[in-house]
């Protein structure tokens, strides 16, 4: 059974850091690129940034020179290092696995993350 768990969310002031990870299993975490997918309140899902089986990195624009995903294959986890966060940054943020085909097959409950002073 595949799992996908979200951790390390919370309050931030702007301008803080978080960094969120998430714990795969029930399936070879090397073989698929992975991504971070959020919703903000009362906004559709927003993909926020991806990684690619060999480590190839995207993001959205909002969050580029910000944000760092990354991946531990011998930990099978992926991991979302945040700085510099702004109000506009707040939301639950998913885990998410690509299928064999396209799109996400695999989601994760999602952790919340709340930029506000």
């Known amino acids: 059974e595949v799992q996908l768990v979200e951790s390390g969310g919370g309050l931030v002031q702007p301008g803080g850091s978080l960094r969120l990870s998430c714990a795969a299993a029930?399936?070879?975490?090397?073989?698929?690129?992975m991504s971070w997918v959020r919703q903000a309140p009362g906004k559709g899902l927003e993909w926020v940034s991806g990684?690619?089986?060999?480590?190839?990195?995207s993001y959205v624009d909002s969050v580029k020179g910000r944000f760092t995903i990354s991946r531990d294959n011998a930990k099978n986890t992926l991991n979302l290092q945040m700085n510099s966060l702004k109000p506009e940054d707040t939301a639950v943020y998913y885990c998410a696995k690509f299928g064999p085909g396209s799109g996400f097959d695999y989601w994760g409950q999602g952790t919340q993350v709340t930029v506000s002073s």
């Open positions: 029930g399936f070879t975490f090397n073989n698929y690129a």
């Open positions: 990684i690619g089986i060999g480590g190839v990195t």
